[in-house]
């Protein structure tokens, strides 16, 4: 059974740097072909993709955001972590990870999302 | 970034209608579109990849077609549990864009 999990919904500061964890079971980010990457979602709004890391450690980014984000994976760990520094309130919003595969491109497998706050 | 333009953005339809729902994309993009079904409050959920590969185990009443740059989700038999917002997405060139999505509702 493939599970993916975010850390727990947080409230950062604006300026502050916002630290997501996805720990992910069922399948091996060290195996050919597969991916994990993050789509945030502000409240009522659409999906937007945010950055993907294969298992080859491949990065791609949004372009908008390149910038301010960092994505890093430990396969030992079965864990991917995004970074997003000088956050702002419009990147209040939930925070999803999920498994992709290089050949197909699609998210086949969510994690049930986080909630993250920027507030003073 | 390519655009992708969904419509409608709305959709109001019975159980048992069938409902088809399109997106354009900004430039060509082959086969590499994904729809997603988001239920309220609730992750995303694959539904179609490559344009008219139905993910495993969703219902057969959903299908996917289009090639290029215009895309269509079909509904046939709309059930209960269909009434959700559907997302496409280009997996063509990065940043993978989602289109602004598409809410069923009932009528």
């Known amino acids: 059974q493939i599970t993916l999990k975010e850390s727990d919904p947080t409230l950062v500061k604006p300026t502050q740097t916002l630290t997501l964890t996805c720990t992910f079971s069922g399948f091996s980010l060290s195996a050919d072909d597969v991916g994990v990457g993050w789509v945030r979602q502000p409240p009522g709004k659409a999906l937007e993709w945010l950055a993907v890391i294969y298992w080859d450690d491949d990065k791609r980014y949004s372009p908008s955001l390149k910038s301010r984000l960092t994505i890093a994976k430990d396969t030992s760990k079965n864990q991917v972590v995004l970074t997003m520094t000088f956050m702002d309130p419009v990147d209040t919003a939930t925070y999803y990870c999920a498994r992709t595969f290089y050949s197909r491109s699609s998210f086949d497998s969510w994690g049930q999302g986080t909630l993250v706050t920027v507030s003073s | ?107």
């Open chain 2, 1 to 107: 970034d390519i655009q992708m333009t969904q419509s409608p953005s709305s959709v109001s339809a019975s159980v048992g209608d069938t409902v088809t729902i399109t997106c354009r994309a900004s430039q060509g993009i082959s086969r590499w579109v994904a729809w997603y079904q988001q239920i309220a409050g609730k992750a995303p959920k694959l539904l179609i990849y490559a344009a008219s590969n139905l993910q495993s185990g969703v219902p057969s009443r959903f299908s996917g077609s289009g090639s290029g740059t215009d895309f269509t989700l079909t509904i046939s038999s709309l059930q209960p549990e269909d009434f959700a917002t559907y997302f496409c997405q280009q997996a063509n060139t990065f940043p993978y864009t989602f289109g602004q999505g598409t809410k069923v509702e009932i009528k």
